[in-house]
């Protein structure tokens, strides 16, 4: 069909939005100047829909993305109910197309009054996938995600503690196990520039807030692209405990997202202690584990503690992640 000036129209619950999703949005866009894309909220949706809109909106910036709310005493397969609630959700607006990859989108455009239906890969030859595969098996199906999507389901690890207990060097070894990848404390790195000014080890109240939202920001860029689980070389709850140390004060709780980690491993502090450019709390090592601990009980995600040999250590971890994972599933 020539592309010419219309409005489009692609409605579902979108949850999660998937490739066969964009694969429908992308067809639409080349038969359509504007593209309305409604977004179902219903009560058992496993994301909610401020949140599916956020990710349909990154997937397809020209698309006008809106919500659309249940009604309940509407059947979901009364479809000329449904078209009238729909309709009603449009205000007036003229719709040229509709775009459905349902068998039920003919009827439900003669049922809101748009002249066309465009049926888009009905029987998932083109991208086998459903929203309902991915709620079932989400670990399975990261490859029919979009970046934005994929980061919500990754499993991400944190591996906090106190100083010279072997952290970074685990986050490696895990994630060559998983074949996957892992995110380094920037917090470290931070600290290094500062030795190079002559400012080592000391500190401010807002350097710690830019690092934990940097920190935060690179997680969430490489939850992206992982593979099934992300290894973090620390995340915020070590920015608040190192403001504690540096500030002799209780830190302020960080302005950041909703925790996410599944799962924290603790190295228990009774390895050898190796000085380095930065490392200055050697006497603080089991108050800082102790610490950890508590500000861990807070999120309420489980931990583990790791002891013994650094070999021993990463084969405990390795167990605790193969039974977080069999925990949820596929």
């Given at each position: 069909?020539?592309?010419?000036?219309?409005?489009g129209?692609?409605?579902?619950?979108?949850?999660?939005?998937?490739?066969?999703h964009?694969?429908?949005?992308d067809?639409a866009?080349g038969?359509?100047?504007?593209?309305?894309?409604l977004?179902?909220e219903?009560?058992?949706?496993?994301?909610?829909?401020?949140?599916?809109v956020?990710?349909?909106?990154?997937?397809?910036?020209e698309a006008?993305?809106?919500i659309?709310?249940d009604d309940p005493?509407?059947q979901?397969?009364?479809?000329?109910?449904?078209?009238?609630?729909?309709?009603?959700?449009l205000?007036g607006e003229?719709?040229?197309m509709?775009?459905?990859?349902?068998?039920?989108?003919?009827?439900m455009?003669r049922?809101?009054?748009?002249p066309l239906?465009?049926?888009v890969d009905r029987d998932r030859?083109?991208i086998?996938?459903s929203?309902?595969?991915?709620?079932?098996?989400p670990?399975?199906n990261?490859?029919?995600?979009?970046?934005?999507?994929?980061?919500?389901?990754?499993?991400?690890?944190?591996?906090v503690?106190a100083?010279?207990?072997?952290?970074?060097?685990?986050?490696?070894?895990?994630a060559?196990?998983?074949h996957?990848?892992?995110?380094?404390?920037?917090?470290r790195?931070?600290?290094l520039?500062?030795?190079?000014?002559?400012?080592?080890n000391?500190?401010?109240?807002?350097e710690?807030?830019?690092?934990?939202?940097?920190?935060?920001?690179?997680?969430?860029e490489?939850?992206r692209?992982a593979?099934?689980l992300?290894?973090?070389?620390?995340d915020?709850?070590a920015?608040?405990?190192?403001?504690e140390?540096?500030?002799?004060?209780?830190a302020p709780?960080?302005?950041?997202?909703?925790?996410?980690?599944?799962?924290y491993l603790v190295p228990?502090?009774?390895?050898?202690?190796?000085?380095?450019?930065?490392?200055?709390?050697?006497?603080?090592r089991?108050?800082m584990?102790?610490?950890?601990?508590?500000e861990?009980a807070?999120?309420?995600?489980?931990?583990?503690?790791?002891?013994?040999?650094?070999?021993?250590?990463?084969?405990?971890a390795?167990?605790?992640i193969?039974?977080m994972?069999?925990?949820?599933?596929?």
């Amino acid at each position: 069909m020539e592309r010419r000036h219309a409005t489009g129209l692609a409605f579902g619950k979108f949850d999660p939005p998937h490739r066969g999703h964009t694969l429908l949005f992308d067809i639409a866009l080349g038969h359509v100047d504007r593209l309305i894309v409604l977004v179902w909220e219903y009560p058992e949706s496993s994301v909610s829909a401020q949140l599916r809109v956020r990710w349909i909106r990154e997937i397809v910036p020209e698309a006008d993305v809106r919500i659309i709310p249940d009604d309940p005493t509407v059947q979901p397969l009364d479809v000329e109910r449904q078209g009238e609630h729909l309709k009603r959700s449009l205000r007036g607006e003229q719709i040229d197309m509709l775009f459905t990859s349902e068998p039920y989108g003919e009827a439900m455009a003669r049922a809101i009054g748009i002249p066309l239906h465009f049926i888009v890969d009905r029987d998932r030859g083109w991208i086998p996938v459903s929203g309902t595969t991915v709620r079932r098996s989400p670990l399975e199906n990261l490859e029919w995600l979009e970046p934005c999507v994929r980061a919500h389901y990754v499993k991400r690890v944190g591996i906090v503690g106190a100083e010279s207990t072997g952290k970074t060097t685990l986050a490696r070894r895990l994630a060559d196990h998983y074949h996957t990848i892992w995110v380094p404390e920037y917090g470290r790195e931070y600290s290094l520039v500062k030795v190079d000014q002559g400012l080592a080890n000391t500190f401010v109240s807002d350097e710690f807030f830019h690092i934990a939202r940097e920190q935060q920001r690179r997680e969430d860029e490489a939850a992206r692209s992982a593979n099934r689980l992300l290894v973090c070389d620390t995340d915020v709850l070590a920015t608040k405990v190192w403001y504690e140390r540096y500030l002799q004060t209780a830190a302020p709780w960080l302005p950041l997202a909703q925790q996410s980690i599944a799962l924290y491993l603790v190295p228990f502090p009774d390895t050898p202690y190796v000085p380095d450019e930065i490392r200055d709390a050697e006497h603080l090592r089991f108050w800082m584990h102790e610490r950890f601990l508590e500000e861990i009980a807070k999120t309420g995600a489980p931990h583990v503690i790791l002891q013994g040999s650094f070999d021993d250590r990463y084969e405990q971890a390795i167990a605790a992640i193969d039974a977080m994972l069999a925990a949820v599933g596929p």
